[in-house]
């Protein structure tokens, strides 16, 4: 019998704010444990929660992206239950009517090569809303630690649909959540800090079935690569099970990524009594058009409506769109850019996506330890992820200068070949392309008496090379250019020596 | 509504609370009268009335999104039953949903 | 008449002329304590030194002439359940032991900028639970006036305080009745203003929706003042309201009820009210109506329901409040715990008294799985439907009156054994909160026994003003009443 799995995600993303979700303390990942605390964050007698503002606005902000239904009230519940992470006992979080409904994601599957773009659906959502992260404890032999600085912190959980079907789709579905929310700026999505993370249910059915199979929780996934790793693992163990007649339990297994498998993390006996109810401390949230408007004005592009615009209106190869646009940096630097030189924004992609990149991730490996097992996470159809938060705008070399030598190698006073060179020269020292060429002599030799002097030299020195171009070998001319290039220091303007050499032999 | 009967230990279980076998009676007998009283209400017809979760309904009320300085370490700490490393300490957990 | 036993106004022009100094009333306030206290046992724990050095630099306030208020120099008591920087904050519940609050209420925040002294932290029902005082885990509260009964409660420690003369005023918290109740059965003035009048910022929550702080006080004139002193917006509580806060005190009226009409609900006149306290209650809007008001019988329909809406709603909120009480980030933890899990169990079934527990209890079951619908959900319905028997009403009338208390206060022990008597002795308050609407206790005479009786006023939302103004023409028409509590 063949069997097909059912997928469904709970993304929970941190929000990039200030302060916290109900409280005016600021959250930053890494800082000395409890020194990012107030009295609302430790929940004592008499303290209250407020709504952050900003954290609703971001949260609209990505739903509107993602094309769910904002509806006019939304409120907050508490969700009861007992954890050394959860100061009051009780969550804050969104029961009955959440911040966003609907919508779906866009996902990319990887091509046949990095050239070519890969299948694109998109995954149904269930819906986001928005609620307050729990406190990190750490185990140790005779006790736990608590450190509630990350208490409090705005987090949007986000609901799909059991809408995928394999680690493919998993993978590409968190890319493209990243991608998106990252874009708008709402939050960095880095699994590894715990600013994105995911609980994966899956069940497996035969193939055609209506019926859900037995739902299974997977948690522990740090990355996207892990996710895919993990439900493609999983999904075969459930299979198998199948196969073999031995049941599958409803319960929460836990990714190893060690060891590279799931295992129980705890059987789902009795399902929870969180004793919803709206809290009675916050007031709810009506939402006007105006408002929701005026979200609608400040919504960034969708990055693969961004690419495909790319790919139309620029004319840029697919493998270019790939690795920008899943960078708000690079994107925002090319179009610059291209302001600045409208004429050719294919030689611009060229020049950022694998000149400046190039530089920028040599330096950063020459600057420091390079970072472990970490590049190439988002790297899904296309690589967008080792470009990533280089510093575009950090380096030496301005949009305005890129679209600068971009126009002079179009407009013939250099080759694209000493173009490099002269790239190099800007990023050491961030000169603008017109200041190099002049200080260094890099202009093109279009002295036609010097060249003719070049081109015969070059006729002296290589008879059989003229002859077979006499005898039609078009290409055996390359063999006479190439000592003209050669005696004129790579200045020589290709054009011309073709030219006068064509002259000379006939 | 049922004939109020309620299940004491699974309750006190949500509540987290431990309780002695003559408390468990107790508060069996207790509640139970309680909750009969509580039958009246089970008698009013309320279609179409909204619930209130709230003395009178404000909408809105939110913060502007402004970071103010943090509780020194040592005032959120300084009621803890149990501290080390500057951070809470509980016997270890063990995980039980 | 004893410094102790001195209003606010007057005590305030003593300390003007220079009569008498801030130390010197401290002092005064301090010695009638240790005096009687002992025997009311009204505080649960006081700091002499704290109280005389903020009185010594009200003196030298007043004496460059930076009077901050008209609350200057004046030791104001405080519910335990108010939460002061540097001051422990147990709401009587041997959970919260040894809780030092590392701030300070918003609302208290206030008072200090009013020129208030905070003095001693008051008895009370254990989170506020409790209509006597006797749920306090500490120690009981007497009646002043008959030290074999009640002092009524929650805020038992708060009435019976400014009732033996041991604060010149105090802070109380009112959920279902816990200042008006207590007031009544204690002889003094008690007010619980509109829901969202004063911020609950560092108020430990009883029942979210239903808690407010409130002014205990010798006469309606300090309890304007005390209630001006705290009211007013604040940015940390969602549920505050932005609204101008008069000067009380200086804009009461003593005719009040000049032609306004005075609704008297008979589902508070019937059955359940003790026969001498209905007839004294009777006799005071009487004596209002006296005063040029026309009295009207209304009927608030859904009264009966109060109880049961009053007592889900409020266990549902108090169990989900409560739950942070649980022996891992402040509260005292159980020594003998073998796991996290076992240390929740073991914490709370120690730290907890038996009608916190009950509540608990009672509370987590409305709320759990299955249950919802039929008791929560309805019960916020019907809540709607309290609430708008009182628009209705307030269409019509512009006070609404009834005895704040059913009975006086009955005798230490009478209904400790029976909790659904006890949560009946609410019957006349619970509907005030809610509704969210103001309502004040006024003293208006004793019984045979010689044991007070209130008269509770109702007002419409944010209509403090109005509702003092009521409370005040009739105080002042009753008349000075020379009766002390005698310890």
Not at chain 1, 183 to 201: L, P, T, Y
Not at chain 1, 203 to 231: T, Y
Not at chain 2, 31 to 49: A, N
Not at chain 3, 150 to 156: A, D, E, L, V
């Amino acid at each position: 019998m063949e069997y097909e799995a059912v997928i469904g995600l709970e993304v929970h993303v941190q929000i990039k704010t200030r302060s916290k979700m109900f409280a005016p303390v600021g959250y930053r990942f890494g800082e000395p444990p409890n020194t990012l605390t107030d009295p609302v964050v430790w929940a004592l007698p008499g303290v209250l929660p407020v709504l952050n503002r900003d954290a609703i606005r971001k949260t609209i902000k990505v739903g509107l992206m993602l094309g769910c239904e904002i509806p006019e009230i939304t409120k907050w519940d508490r969700k009861n239950y007992f954890y050394p992470d959860s100061p009051k006992n009780y969550q804050l979080s969104q029961y009955d009517q959440p911040l966003c409904v609907g919508g779906g994601v866009e996902i990319e599957l990887t091509g046949a090569n990095a050239s070519e773009m890969g299948e694109h659906r998109v995954v149904k959502l269930t819906r986001i809303h928005l609620e307050e992260d729990v406190g990190k404890l750490t185990h140790f032999a005779n006790d736990s630690l608590v450190d509630y600085n990350r208490a409090g912190t705005p987090l949007m959980e986000i609901v799909s649909e059991p809408d995928m079907h394999s680690g493919d789709e998993v993978f590409a579905y968190l890319n493209s959540l990243k991608n998106t929310i990252s874009f708008a700026g709402i939050s960095d999505c880095d699994m590894e800090k715990g600013q994105m993370r995911c609980d994966v249910n899956i069940s497996v059915r035969p193939k055609g079935s209506d019926e859900l199979g037995v739902k299974i929780e997977m948690k522990n996934m740090n990355s996207p690569s892990n996710a895919r790793e993990c439900v493609e693992y999983e999904i075969r163990r459930q299979i198998d099970c199948l196969k073999r007649g031995a049941p599958l339990v409803q319960e929460t297994r836990r990714w190893d990524a060690n060891l590279r498998v799931t295992q129980t993390m705890r059987t789902k006996e009795d399902a929870h009594d969180y004793r919803y109810f709206p809290d009675p401390d916050l007031m709810p949230v009506k939402i006007s058009r105006e408002y929701l408007e005026s979200v609608r004005a400040e919504l960034p592009e969708v990055p693969f409506d961004r690419q495909r615009r790319y790919m139309s209106e620029f004319g840029l190869p697919y493998s270019a769109t790939s690795v920008m646009c899943h960078d708000p940096e690079i994107c925002e630097y090319f179009e610059r850019a291209v302001a600045a030189y409208p004429k050719n924004p294919k030689a611009i992609a060229n020049l950022i996506v694998n000149d400046l990149r190039r530089e920028l991730i040599a330096a950063r490996q020459a600057g420091e330890d390079p970072e472990t097992g970490a590049s190439g996470e988002f790297s899904g159809a296309g690589s967008a992820d080792s470009g990533r938060g280089l510093g575009l705008f950090d380096s030496k070399v301005s949009p305005e200068d890129i679209a600068g030598l971009a126009e002079i190698i179009d407009g013939g006073e250099i080759s694209k070949q000493i173009g490099k060179e002269v790239f190099a020269e800007m990023f050491a020292t961030g000169k603008p392309p017109a200041d190099i060429i002049s200080e260094k002599g890099l202009r093109q030799n279009s002295d036609s008496s010097e060249l003719e002097s070049f081109c015969m030299e070059a006729i002296k020195g290589n008879q059989k090379a003229v002859d077979q171009f006499k005898a039609g070998n078009e290409k055996a001319i390359n063999a006479l250019i190439g000592p003209v290039m050669k005696a004129s220091k790579g200045k020589a303007n290709p054009a011309m020596v073709l030219e006068i050499m064509k002259k000379l032999i006939k | 509504m049922e004939k109020a009967k309620i299940d004491i230990e699974y309750v006190a279980k949500l509540a987290r609370i431990e309780l002695t076998e003559d408390e468990k009676a107790t508060y069996s007998r207790q509640l139970g009268q309680i909750l009969g009283y509580f039958e009246r209400l089970s008698k009013i017809d309320v279609s179409g009335v909204e619930p209130s979760a709230h003395a009178r309904a404000v909408y809105n009320v939110m913060r502007d999104d402004v970071e103010e300085p943090a509780m020194p370490v040592s005032e959120a700490l300084m009621n803890a039953p149990k501290a080390r490393d500057n951070q809470i300490s509980v016997p270890k957990v063990v995980d039980d949903a | 008449m004893e410094l102790y036993y001195k209003t606010i106004s007057e005590l305030e022009e003593l300390l003007d002329s220079g009569e008498i100094s801030a130390v010197e009333l401290a002092k005064a306030f301090i010695d009638r304590k240790n005096a009687v206290d002992g025997k009311v046992g009204a505080f649960l724990s006081s700091d002499e030194g704290g109280l005389l050095a903020a009185a010594a630099e009200s003196d030298a306030r007043r004496a460059r002439g930076q009077k901050r208020g008209a609350l200057e120099g004046i030791p104001v008591g405080l519910k335990d359940v108010l939460a002061v920087r540097g001051q422990k904050l147990t709401c009587a519940s041997k959970i919260l032991e040894n809780y030092v609050s590392p701030y300070t209420a918003s609302s208290l925040e206030k008072l200090e900028s009013r020129g208030g002294l905070f003095w001693g932290r008051l008895n009370m029902d254990e989170f506020a639970m409790g209509s006597s005082c006797e749920n306090s885990a500490f120690k009981l509260t007497r009646n002043p006036w008959d030290l074999s009964r009640i002092p009524g409660g929650s805020s038992g420690g708060a009435a019976a305080a400014v009732a033996a003369g041991e604060c010149a005023a105090s802070l109380g918290s009112d959920t279902g009745g816990s200042i008006r109740q207590p007031a009544s059965l204690c002889g003094v003035v008690g007010m619980k203003p509109t829901y969202g009048l004063v911020s609950r910022y560092g108020l430990a929550a009883f029942a979210s929706s239903l808690d407010q702080i409130g002014p205990f006080a010798r006469c309606v004139r300090d309890a304007a003042i005390l209630l001006e002193a705290v009211a007013g917006h604040d940015p940390r509580d969602s549920t505050s309201v932005k609204t101008d806060i008069p000067d009380y005190a200086a804009n009461l009226s003593l005719e009040a009820f000049k032609g306004k009409k005075i609704g008297l609900p008979k589902e508070y006149f019937s059955a359940g009210i003790d026969p001498e306290v209905r007839g004294i209650v009777e006799k005071a809007v009487s004596d209002c109506r006296a005063l040029g008001a026309e009295v009207e019988e209304i009927s608030l329909p859904h009264t009966d329901l109060a109880i049961p809406v009053y007592y889900i709603i409020a266990t549902a909120e108090a169990s989900s409040n409560l739950a942070r009480y649980d022996g891992v980030r402040y509260t005292r933890r159980s020594p003998s715990t073998t796991d996290v899990i076992d240390m929740y169990f073991k914490s709370r079934a120690e730290g907890f008294g038996e009608e916190v527990k009950r509540r608990i209890i009672l509370g987590s079951y409305v709320l759990s799985s299955g249950y919802y619908d039929a008791y929560y959900l309805r019960a916020q319905k019907v809540r709607t439907l309290i609430r708008r028997d009182f628009e209705d009403a307030f269409g019509r009338v512009d006070v609404i009156m009834t005895p704040t208390s059913p009975t006086t206060a009955f005798k230490i022990g009478e209904k400790t054994s029976d909790p659904l008597a006890m949560y009946l002795s609410d019957i006349c308050t619970i509907n005030v909160n809610l509704a969210g609407l103001p309502g004040i206790s006024v003293p208006c005479g004793f019984s045979s026994e010689g044991l007070p009786v209130g008269l509770q006023m109702i007002g419409k939302a944010f209509d403090e003003q109005n509702l003092l103004s009521f409370a005040a023409s009739y105080e002042a028409a009753r008349g000075f009443d020379s009766r002390e509590p005698n310890l």
